[in-house]
Every structure is written in structure tokens, then in C-alpha cells.
């Protein structure tokens, strides 16, 4: 069975561009959530998705958006990019209202 | 909200040697705790997880603790090998119609010398 995948693996951009980072769900999911791994830091909780509609957003500010597709995979933007939005992006899936979630390896952002 | 403390931040030990991790969490609510190790250039994965009505979890060399009334975790890792080496982390959350998303602990970086 496949795993959680991210695309793309690693992602190069610029100060006050945009992001655009893509999740596919382990098949059955329908959750997906969205995590910021700063170095050396822990995950904080970005977004959670389920059924096309976000759940729940952590303390991030609006320019981090997402939004999920019918076939449950989810796209995370980020807007206007700033240099401390450089860090890793994890994504992780699980069945609705199960609590045992399922990460992808990442996508590595850095802003230039 | 929730609050996990994890320590320590970093674990030294040799090749066959116990290793130790601990978490502790503030929230009375939360009942479901898992640990994941996170490989360099690689996500998190699920290494064990236990809920609040059991007290002991084991998987081989792995197992977990959980006190509830003091409101602490543990990871125990015994037989320790140099493949062990990654960062762990600690989670806590609560059930559907509390928070509900876990709150992880800043990460062990678990060191295993040959």
C-alpha cells in the first residue's frame, strides 16, 4: 500500500513569491494535515483538511492557505513569501476522526 | 491549549545500551500519545503509540509508559543499535470535539555509538 506522497521534494523561491506544495493521502484517507518543520524546531500544526473543507488551522497567518480535492489530496499555498517561511513542509493523512496520523517525507522550501 | 515538554533534547549511548526518552503533557483531556522517529532528510513514521486506558505498550526492543495522574510519557528503547540514531518525537492529543490535533514535543536527537 502506498505511502503519503509530497511533491515537490524540494522547492527554491524567492522573497515575496508564491508556494505551491502538493499531498496525495494514503488511499482510504480522507483527512490531511499540514505541518512547518523549522530547523531544529518541532512540527507545528498548519492545517487540517477533511471532505473538501478545512477543519481546524493552527496560529499561522492567512497568507498560509490550502484547500483539498474531491479525490482527498490537498494543495497547501503560501503567499508573499517571507525568508523564516523556510523550513521543511510535512503532510500527513488519516481516516476522519482517527487520531493516528501518517507523515509523507516533506517538501524542503527555501526562500531566497 | 496543550503543552508537551520533551527531554532530553539530546541522548548519547552506546551500541547496546538503554536509551530513555520522556514527555510530559498538561492537558488532563488528551488520551492518545504516539512517538514517531524522523531519519534525516526523512518525514516522521510512526513507531508506537499508546492510549490513556492502557499503562505499558511494548513492540520488541520498543516500549512506551504512561502515568496519567502525573501527566507523563515515556519511550524506552532497549538493546540499542546505531540504525536507532534519528530524532524522536513525543505527541499528545485529545479526542474528536477537543482539540483534537496533536501537539508534539521539541524532539530527542538520539545518538547510538558503535
Known amino acids: 500500500e502506498a505511502g503519503v506522497t509530497q511533491s515537490p521534494t524540494h522547492l527554491i523561491k524567492t522573497r515575496g513569491q508564491q508556494a505551491t506544495l502538493r499531498c496525495s493521502p494514503i488511499?482510504?484517507?480522507?483527512?490531511v494535515y499540514w505541518y512547518q518543520q523549522a530547523l531544529g524546531l518541532g512540527l507545528q500544526f498548519l492545517l487540517w483538511y477533511d471532505e473538501g473543507e478545512e477543519r481546524n488551522r493552527g496560529n499561522f497567518p492567512p497568507r498560509f492557505s490550502g484547500r483539498q480535492f474531491p479525490n482527498y489530496s490537498s494543495e497547501l499555498n503560501v503567499n508573499a513569501l517571507e525568508l523564516e517561511d523556510s523550513a521543511l513542509y510535512l503532510c500527513a493523512s488519516s481516516q476522519f476522526w482517527a487520531d493516528t496520523q501518517y507523515f509523507g517525507p516533506g517538501t524542503r522550501l527555501t526562500v531566497l | 491549549g496543550e503543552n508537551v515538554e520533551q527531554h532530553p533534547s539530546t541522548l548519547s549511548v552506546q551500541e547496546g545500551d538503554s536509551a530513555v526518552i520522556k514527555c510530559t503533557y498538561s492537558?488532563?483531556?488528551?488520551?492518545?500519545f504516539p512517538w514517531y522517529k524522523q531519519e534525516l532528510g526523512k518525514g516522521p513514521q510512526l513507531i508506537i503509540d499508546?492510549?490513556?486506558?492502557?499503562g505499558e505498550k511494548k513492540d520488541q526492543r520498543i516500549a512506551v509508559t504512561l502515568n496519567k495522574t502525573a501527566k507523563h510519557f515515556s519511550l524506552h528503547i532497549t538493546e540499542t543499535q546505531p540504525e536507532d540514531s534519528a530524532v524522536y518525537f513525543c505527541?499528545?492529543?485529545?479526542?474528536?470535539?477537543?482539540?483534537?490535533?496533536?501537539?508534539f514535543g521539541r524532539g530527542t536527537s538520539l545518538i547510538v555509538h558503535p
Open positions: 492537558d488532563s483531556a488528551s488520551n492518545y
Open positions: 499508546i492510549r490513556s486506558n492502557v
Open positions: 505527541a499528545a492529543s485529545t479526542p474528536p470535539g477537543g482539540s483534537y490535533i496533536p501537539t
Open positions: 488511499s482510504g484517507h480522507t483527512s
